[in-house]
């Protein structure tokens, strides 16, 4: 998928292991576990996300049931955010989600980061970084393992965290990670929420 992707235009993508849950009635009787997956997850504008779309529909079949799924979010580059902070999008309960990705063992010391400009914490989602040169042949050349960190945050303390992950870890240089923010548009859960919930249910 990466090969055709980079044929429309892609520089590359990230692979993720993961797993997910089948319908199918022979998989449940020969291993009810969940299913292994892999999520691959390319940067794209619009005119490039319609023709990913259009490439994984037709070349690999998602028209058919258990091929696979595709979806698209938005995001925005951090130099953009940082040129243009009233760009960002609103999210319905305040928050945004501050996506980096480092390479392996890396990940701890970014939430690190993130927590001394206020940050609760973060989740670290092992991975594998897929870089496809110009000139290529196969296979695929799947670089180290990469940490992808998440944490979500208020618009209060958004630029602030953002910030410090970059400082810390020396983002401006080719190599070190690169970070990404996304519009959040529901969180169920956090801590905050659950306090605010709290008080209403003892008022």
């Not at 998928?1 to 993508?13: I, N, T, V, Y």
């Given at each position: ?13 990230t ?21 292994h ?16 779309h ?14 696979g ?8 580059h ?6 243009n ?16 990705i480092?390479?392996?063992?890396r ?28 000139e ?30 970059l400082?810390?870890?020396?983002l ?32």
């Open positions: 998928m990466l090969h055709k992707a980079q044929e429309l235009g892609a520089r590359g993508g692979i993720f292991l993961a797993e997910g849950t089948t319908r199918s009635r022979f998989l449940n009787k020969v291993n009810p576990a969940h299913a997956k892999e999520l691959v997850m390319i940067g794209a504008g619009q005119s490039l996300s319609a023709s990913l259009e490439m994984v529909f037709q070349t690999f079949k998602f028209y058919k049931r258990r091929k799924i595709a979806f698209s979010i938005p995001f925005k951090w130099e953009s955010t940082a040129e902070p009233s760009s960002n999008q609103e999210s319905g309960d305040g928050y945004s989600a501050i996506i980096t480092v390479n392996r063992g990940g701890v010391e970014c939430v690190q980061a993130a927590r001394k400009a206020g940050a609760r914490g973060g989740t670290i989602v092992h991975g594998h970084g897929a870089g496809i040169p110009k290529y042949f196969f296979p695929l050349s799947i670089e180290p393992q990469k940490d992808m960190v998440i944490i979500l945050s208020k618009k209060e303390t958004l630029q602030s965290i953002k910030d410090s992950i400082v810390s870890m020396n401006a240089e080719p190599g070190n990670g690169i970070l990404f923010i996304l519009p959040v548009l529901r969180t169920s859960g956090l801590f905050e929420n659950r306090m605010v919930e709290q008080r209403g249910a003892g008022s």
